[in-house]
């Protein structure tokens, strides 16, 4: 099997993890069991979508929605991830108003 057909059934399956994924999450926060799931598995989620997302836009040079269509997220959850991973990276919000004013396509 060569690289690229190794890559495209990695993609592949990927996909399908993901979609796995998110109905296991809906499951998850329906049946109030959030507090069940480990630090570390969010973490290697949240990284993994960072890393893939950012790496996509980079190479297709166009941006799309980082969350599904119709997904209910809110406000204020998007700004504690916000605050949270500008922290990792220690960011501070006139360096973060610079980037959300580059081009966006």
Avoid at 3 to 10: C, I, L, N, Q, R
């Amino acid at each position: 099997m060569s690289e690229s057909e190794v890559g495209a059934t990695a993609a592949a399956k990927l996909c399908l993890d993901a979609q796995a994924i998110w109905a296991q999450v809906q499951q998850i926060e329906h049946a109030g069991h959030v507090r069940d799931v480990s630090n570390e598995t969010i973490q290697n989620l949240l990284t993994a979508a960072l890393k893939l997302f950012s790496a996509k836009i980079d190479t297709n040079q166009k941006n799309f929605s980082p969350v599904l269509e119709g997904a209910s997220i809110s406000a204020t959850e998007v700004a504690v991830l916000t605050v949270e991973l500008m922290h990792v990276v220690d960011l501070n919000l006139f360096d973060l108003s610079m980037w959300a004013s580059r081009p966006r396509d």
